[in-house]
C-alpha cells in the first residue's frame, strides 16, 4: 500500500512547477533546524538546475550525489555502495533499505531519476521581481535623506545546458538611487558568470563561490544550517559553483578551474573585485559587508577600496577516503587598520594574507574520520576535527573538536560555530540520532563551548553550553510532526520547545501548524501560526496562507520563523513585542513558460504607535509588503 500511495506522488510531482518542487525541498531541509541559519537563496538555486539536469542514480559517482543539498556524505555513500552491490536500482523506493525515510525518499525523487536521460534543449529562465513596504517610512519623506524609491527591484537571466552554463543577477535595493544622477548606471548590484563544464573539467568565468573541506579556508556559506544531526557532522565537498545569490560581498570575481585527473583534483583561482569600506588617514577603517547605498554617505563609500586574492586546492581521493591542500592569499589596495576596541586590540592586516590548511575524510568500515587544520598570518590557527560512526541500523553518533584561534582571520570561511565568524571560540560537541522505528528518530545534541576572548557587546571571556533534543515521527503517508527542545546557557540561559505538525490532507493539499515557547530572563514569549497550501484540480494556481500570532518580550528573545516565498527570494522575519501577522502567496502558471506569483504579508503590532528605526520608521502599528514576481522558462 505505501508503494502504491509513493507511486501516485511520483506522478504527481510531474503537476507541480519548479518553485512548488523547491518549496517542499525546503521545508525538508528546515525541519527541527535553527531557519535563521539557512540560506534558502543558494540551496533553491541548486536544486532548480537539478530539476531540469536530474541525477541518474544508477551512473552518478559520490560528488555528483554531493551536488544535492539534500544529501550528506554518508548517505551518497551509501546510494553508491548499495548500487555496487545489489546491482542497478529499479525503483526509488529501494532507498527505504538504506534508512532513507519516505518523507526524504518523495522529495528526491524530483532530482534523482532511474536511467535519467540529458536534457535536449537548452535550460534558459528570465526572473522580474518588483517588492515594496506598503506604509510611508520616514526616510522617503525629506528628500534629503534617502536617493532613490522604497521600491526594491530584482532581474535574473539563466541559460544552462550540459556543457555550458551562463546567467546574470542585477538587484536594486530599497531606498537606492536608480537611473539618475547617483546612478546612472542603473541598478546597484550586477554579478554575471559563465561556466564551461565537462565530467572532468569546469571554467567559471565572472562570479563564482569556492568549497572545500570543512569550511575553513574556502566555504559557500551554509554549513552551519545541518549541523543537528551526526550525518551531517562532516560535510566534506570540493566544488566550485558560479554565484547567483544577491549579497553583494560573500563571493570571488576572477576565473576559476577546477579539473579532475583520474584521484586528483585540481582547482585554482584568481579573483579580483571592488568592496565597500571606509578610509581613514590612508587606511581602511572599516569594511562594509550591507550592500546598502540608500544615502550620500554610504553611497561615498561604495567600491572605496579593491581586494585582489588566488588561491588554489589540490586533492587526492581514493574510495576509502581523501585529503586535500587549500591556500588562500589576498590583499588590500591600502592598510586595513581596524578602529580600535576591546575586541580586535591590536589587530593589523598589511600587505598580503595567507591562510593555509590541510583537510582530511577517511572511511574504515562503519567509521567515517573527518577534519582540517587553516592557519592565518602570524600563525594563528583553526582547527575542527571529528568522527561520525554508524553502529547498526538504529544508533548514529557524531563526535566534532573545535578551536578558532581569537584572531584568526579569514573573510571567506565559514563552519561550525556557535558565534559570527571563525574566530574566538573552542568546544565539542557529540550528537546521537537513534532510530526508535521505521517512522521515528531521535536526535540528541550537546555543545560546550568557549570563548577565550572579548567578543562584542561581551567585555570578558565566556563559557556556555547547548542541549538539544529533536524528537520526528512521521505517522502515516499523510501526517508527520517533530518536538524540539533547546537549553542554552551563555549569557543568558534561555529555553525553547517547539512542536510543528504537517498534514496532508490530499495530494494537492496541506495543513502545517507550529507552536513555540522561549523562557529567557524568567519571562515567556511564544509563537504560534497555522499554514494552508492548496492547488485545486484543474486550475492553473498554488495557494499559500499563513496567520501568526505571537507575544515576545524583546529584541533579544526575538523568535524567527521561515515563511513561503517567492522563488530565489528568502523571507525569515524575526518577532518582538507582540501582535499577528499574516501572508499569502499566489503561484499561477500562465502557460508552459510563464509563471505569475503575488505576495502579500500584512504585520500588525500590540501597543505601538511606530515601527522600525532611524530612517526606515513607520507612524502606525502595521507593517505590509507587497512582492511581484514574472518567470519565464523554456
Avoid at 274 to 281: C, E, L, P, R, V
Wanted: glycine share 4%; charged share 20%.
Amino acid at each position: 500500500m505505501k508503494k502504491y500511495l509513493f507511486l501516485i506522488f511520483s506522478i504527481t510531482t510531474h503537476l507541480l512547477n519548479a518553485q512548488e518542487a523547491i518549496q517542499l525541498s525546503l521545508d525538508y531541509l528546515l525541519t527541527g533546524k535553527q531557519e535563521e541559519l539557512i540560506a534558502t537563496e543558494v540551496i533553491a538555486e541548486q536544486l532548480r538546475l537539478l530539476l531540469h539536469q536530474p541525477i541518474d542514480i544508477n551512473t552518478s559517482d559520490i560528488e555528483t550525489f554531493l551536488k544535492l543539498p539534500l544529501l550528506n556524505a554518508d548517505q551518497a555513500q551509501k546510494i553508491v555502495s548499495y548500487r555496487t552491490q545489489n546491482g542497478i536500482y529499479y525503483d526509488l523506493y529501494e532507498l527505504k533499505h538504506l534508512q532513507f525515510s519516505a518523507e526524504l525518499i518523495k522529495v528526491l525523487s524530483f532530482y534523482l531519476k532511474i536511467n535519467a536521460q540529458a536534457p535536449s534543449t537548452s535550460d534558459v529562465f528570465v526572473l522580474l521581481r518588483y517588492q515594496t513596504i506598503l506604509e510611508k517610512q520616514k526616510g522617503y519623506a525629506d528628500s534629503s535623506d534617502y536617493l532613490g524609491t522604497a521600491d526594491k527591484v530584482y532581474t535574473r537571466f539563466r541559460l544552462s545546458d550540459e556543457k555550458i552554463n551562463v546567467g546574470f543577477t542585477a538587484e536594486k535595493d530599497p531606498a537606492e538611487p536608480f537611473l539618475n544622477n547617483y546612478e546612472p548606471q542603473g541598478f546597484d548590484f550586477y554579478s554575471a558568470f559563465a561556466q564551461f563544464k565537462s565530467k572532468q573539467m569546469q571554467l567559471i568565468i565572472g562570479d563564482f563561490t569556492v568549497n572545500t573541506g570543512q569550511g575553513l579556508t574556502f566555504s559557500n556559506g551554509y554549513r552551519n544550517s545541518f549541523t543537528s544531526s551526526p550525518l551531517y557532522a562532516n560535510l566534506f565537498q570540493n566544488q566550485i559553483r558560479p554565484y547567483t545569490a544577491s549579497d553583494e560581498n560573500s563571493f570571488f570575481r576572477g576565473l576559476c578551474y577546477h579539473k579532475k585527473i583520474d584521484n586528483w583534483v585540481l582547482q585554482p583561482f584568481v579573483s579580483y573585485k571592488k568592496i565597500d569600506a571606509t578610509i581613514s588617514n590612508g587606511n581602511i577603517s572599516t569594511l562594509l559587508t550591507s550592500g546598502l547605498h540608500r544615502t550620500t554617505s554610504e553611497l561615498i563609500k561604495k567600491d572605496n577600496a579593491t581586494e585582489f586574492s588566488t588561491g588554489c586546492s589540490v586533492l587526492y581521493a581514493r574510495p576509502i577516503g581523501s585529503v586535500a591542500f587549500n591556500t588562500l592569499a589576498y590583499t588590500y589596495n591600502l592598510p586595513y587598520l581596524p578602529d580600535s576596541n576591546y575586541y580586535n586590540a591590536n589587530f593589523s592586516q598589511r600587505d598580503w594574507q595567507f591562510i593555509n590548511s590541510i583537510d582530511y575524510t577517511f572511511d574504515y568500515k562503519n567509521v567515517n574520520f573527518f577534519g582540517e587544520f587553516a592557519t592565518s598570518a602570524a600563525l594563528k590557527f583553526a582547527t575542527i576535527h571529528g568522527v561520525v560512526l554508524t553502529f547498526n541500523e538504529q544508533l548514529s553518533a557524531s563526535v566534532r573538536l573545535r578551536y578558532y584561534d581569537p584572531f584568526f582571520v579569514n573573510p571567506y570561511a565559514a563552519s561550525y560555530a556557535q558565534s559570527a565568524g571563525i574566530k574566538n571560540e573552542s568546544g565539542c560537541d557529540i550528537n546521537l540520532l537513534y532510530n526508535l522505528t521505521s517512522n521515528q528518530q531521535i536526535t540528541l545534541t550537546y555543545d560546550n563551548y568557549i570563548h577565550p576572548w572579548l567578543r562584542y557587546g561581551i567585555k570578558q571571556p565566556t563559557r556556555g553550553d547547548e542541549l538539544s533534543i529533536l524528537f520526528q515521527s512521521t505517522v502515516n503517508d499523510q501526517l508527520n510532526f517533530y518536538l524540539r527542545f533547546q537549553n542554552k546557557n551563555n549569557d543568558t540561559q534561555t529555553q525553547m520547545l517547539r512542536a510543528h505538525l504537517n498534514w496532508n490532507i490530499s495530494l494537492l493539499s496541506t495543513f502545517s501548524a507550529r507552536c513555540e515557547l522561549h523562557f529567557a530572563n524568567n519571562k515567556y514569549s511564544w509563537l504560534s501560526y497555522f499554514n494552508i497550501a492548496h492547488k485545486p484540480i484543474n486550475w492553473p494556481i498554488h495557494i499559500y496562507f499563513r496567520y501568526c500570532i505571537f507575544n515576545v518580550n524583546d529584541y533579544d528573545s526575538r523568535i524567527y520563523t521561515y515563511e513561503n516565498d517567492l522563488l530565489y527570494s528568502a523571507s525569515l522575519p524575526f518577532f518582538d513585542g507582540g501582535g499577528n501577522r499574516a501572508y499569502t502567496m499566489v503561484s499561477w502558471r500562465i502557460n508552459r513558460n510563464l509563471s505569475f506569483n503575488l505576495r502579500l504579508s500584512i504585520s500588525a503590532y500590540d501597543n505601538k504607535n511606530s515601527l522600525g528605526s532611524d530612517k526606515d520608521v513607520i507612524a502606525g502599528n502595521r507593517k505590509s509588503e507587497f512582492k511581484l514576481q514574472l518567470l519565464w522558462k523554456k
